[in-house]
Each structure stands twice: as C-alpha cells, then as structure tokens.
C-alpha cells in the first residue's frame, strides 16, 4: 500500500477552537445557513483527546460539542457533502477529516488536515483504499487503513513509521497523549492480538489478548495500561504495556455482544463499557498507578528503570485496591469446579439506554459518565462511588435528530 502527501506551509501553531457557526468556503464546496438543514444525518461520533469534547460527522457538514457544560461550540454546514471521520486535536484549530456517507464530500480514501484558523486545508493524504482511522498526538497524524497504519510527523507531514497489521475493518488504534510519552496500540498480526509501540523507548510488545478478533481497545494517557474487549464482547482485560502482563479481568455478561466503546477514567479508578445490550457498565480498577504520576519517570534515558518497575514480578505499582468493589457471583467460592463465569468480576454501576442505536461512554468530573449516541442523543449520569447499582440520569439533550 502506498501514499502520497501534498502540504501547504507547514502546520499553523495550534489555537482553541471558538464558538461559532462559519461562513467561510470550506475548499470547494459552498456553504448554506444552518438554519437551512433540516434533514441532516448523523454519520461518526468521535470524542477529543481528554474527553472533554466530541465531533459528529453529519451528511452535510460537521459540529463540535463541549461536555460541561453542555453546547455546540463549532460547527461548517455544507449544501452537499457528507464526513465519515472528524478527528480533533484536544479542542485546538487542528482537525483531520475525511468524507463519509452517500455523498462524501471528500473521497474516502483520502485525510484532509484542517486548519480553521487558516479556513483551508494544510495538508492532505491519499490512498489505495478507504481509510478505517485517523488518530492525532500534538506531534503525530496516525492514518489507519485495513491492513496497514501509517505515523507522520504533525510538524512537516513527514511518514515516520509503517505498520502491518491483520484485517482491521473497524480501524482499531489507539495513542498515549502525555506530552513525554509516546505509545501506539494497534492489532498485531494474529487474531485476537494487540501490537503495541513505545516509540520513545524504541520497544515493540505483542500481547496475546483474546483468542477472538478485537472489537474495541483503548489506553491510559499515559500509555502503560491497555483496555481490550473481542468480538465475543463477554470479557475486557487490563494489560500491563510495558511487559504485557494481564492485570484485570471484568466480565461484561454471559451472551455474546457487540462492544461499542471502552474507556478508562482520568485517574484509573474506573472503566466503563458500552454494548448493542442497552446498558452502560461501569467496572472498578485495581490496576491504577498511586501516588506520582508514571509518565513523569517515562523517558528513553530511564527505559530500563521503568522496564524492571513495571515487571511481572513487580506490579505493586499498578495494582491497588478502590473504594468499590465489582461483585462476584454468590457462588463465587465454588470456582474450582463451577465454569469460569461464576468467579469473574461483575460491573460495578449500571446505566440503561435504547437498544436500537449504538453509543459510546466517556468519563466526565466528579463520577460521572457521558454517553452519545448515534441517534443524536447525550446523556449525563451520576454513579455512586461507594454502593454502585443504578447510575442517576442527570441531564439528556437531543442535539441532533438522526
């Protein structure tokens, strides 16, 4: 697989995006009134960086929401033309793009990178085949296609790296975003394994996560731990990025689902789940890192030093206890003889949405959950730290009829 790339002066420096709906031509096509749409299809759903915002592609344009409080605070509605994919860079003038729908207005096989500041394209990407991803760092553009993963420099738009991997249909991948650490999780080669990059470590890991396909992954900002879940959808896994070792085990259900989302709160206490059931799992980590934060001691000089803290033989510093804890079966005592799922660790808090449409759950402040769904729906619920069950629906806005 090939790619070529055409740049425009460089990357502008980063500025926050505003609040506004625009009326500057965005490249060729023209743009109407936002009051004018009124049949607009919600395409993609993808959250910023820290989660504190999220992007929808829509069949004639694309907006941007914050999380708290709730608003659209950016928004370029097109008369015609459609985005499959709209990746922000934490809420800065930077997006990458590439068309979607039944009218896309930018072929699917190609990444636009947007500069609003500049109202034009700064850089663009072309392909053999439709792309799967795109992921951003503030130094790095990862282009995700089926089989392959493409690492560009944000600065000049230079390809760094190039990685192989097995059928990735559903454009699994996934970055660290501290500024000093720089991991990459993607699949591997084989089925149900996850390759994973310390790029400033220069150090490859492959861990073998499931005996099934992966559906969905995701990493601390940090990078040292890793969240799988297969398209079995019954289990997710904790890993250990640094040596692969399996820290946790939390059982989603019994029956086979499709996982939606996974995502691990800001201070690694919590993980929640979302799935093609109607509910929301929340799950309480033992895996978090106390006390200083690991990333302040990640770098290429002090590889090493973290290699033997982060070894199998010493995981005290990613494995804690919380303030809840997931419950068991009631005949958890009888593991030895009774199947495997009688001794596994069930979710911890629970939020119930429609069936019908898929959503995707992120953390928000003080324990609490956003979810979005693909029918133009934003939920805000509240769980209890200590007792768990039944998550509290604080807010529901309708901010698209899809």
């Known amino acids: 697989m090939t790619s070529s790339v055409s740049t425009s002066r460089g990357v502008h420096p980063p500025m926050r995006l505003g609040t506004h709906t625009s009326s500057i031509p965005f490249g060729k096509p023209q743009m109407e009134a936002a009051g004018d749409i009124d049949d607009t299809e919600l395409l993609t759903v993808s959250w910023n960086q820290d989660y504190q915002c999220f992007a929808v592609g829509t069949s004639r344009g694309f907006r941007i929401y914050s999380c708290e409080p709730f608003k659209e ?42 500069d609003d500041h500049q109202s034009r394209c700064i850089g663009e990407f072309s392909f ?24 560009y420099n944000l600065t000049d738009l230079k390809l760094l790296h190039q990685i192989e991997t097995v059928a990735n249909p559903r454009g699994l991948c996934c970055l660290s975003h501290r500024p000093n650490t720089s991991v990459l999780a993607c699949p591997g080669l084989h089925k149900g394994h996850v ?35 297969s398209v079995k959808g019954t289990l ?112 911890f ?20 959950v956003v979810i979005v769904g693909m029918d133009g729906s934003f939920y805000r619920c509240s769980f209890d730290p200590v007792n768990g069950g039944e998550m509290l629906q604080q807010e529901y806005v309708r901010f698209l009829k899809a």
């Open 195 to 229: 390759r994973v990059e310390h790029f400033g470590l220069r150090m490859t890991k492959f861990i073998s996560a499931h005996d099934s396909h992966l559906a969905c992954i995701t990493l601390t900002m940090d990078g040292l731990l890793l969240a799988t879940a």
């Open 73 to 114: 605070t950016f928004r370029r509605d097109l008369k015609s033309g459609g985005f499959g994919i709209v990746e922000m860079l934490f809420r800065c003038n930077i997006l990458a793009l590439v068309g979607g729908g039944e009218n896309p207005v930018y072929p699917p096989n190609k990444v636009m990178i947007w």
């Open 236 to 347: 997710i896994r904790i890993f250990n990025t640094m040596d692969g070792t399996r820290l946790q085990e939390v059982r989603r259900g019994v029956d086979k689902a499709e996982i939606y989302s996974i995502a691990l709160s800001p201070n690694v206490q919590w993980l929640a789940v979302s799935s093609d059931k109607g509910t929301v799992h929340i799950f309480s980590l033992r895996v978090r890192v106390d006390g200083e934060d690991p990333s302040n001691h990640y770098s290429s000089d002090q590889g090493s030093a973290i290699v033997h803290q982060n070894s199998s033989n010493s995981l005290d510093s990613l494995v804690s206890s919380n303030t809840g804890s997931n419950p068991g079966s009631s005949l958890s005592f009888m593991k030895v003889v009774l199947p495997k799922y009688f001794s596994s660790e069930w979710s």
């Open 349 to 368: 808090a629970q939020f119930h949405v429609p069936e019908i449409t898929r959503f995707f759950a992120a953390f928000g402040a003080q324990n609490t």
């Open 128 to 151: 053999r085949s439709d792309v799967r991803a795109v992921k951003l760092r503030r130094d790095q553009i990862v282009v995700v296609l089926e089989h392959k993963i493409y690492v």
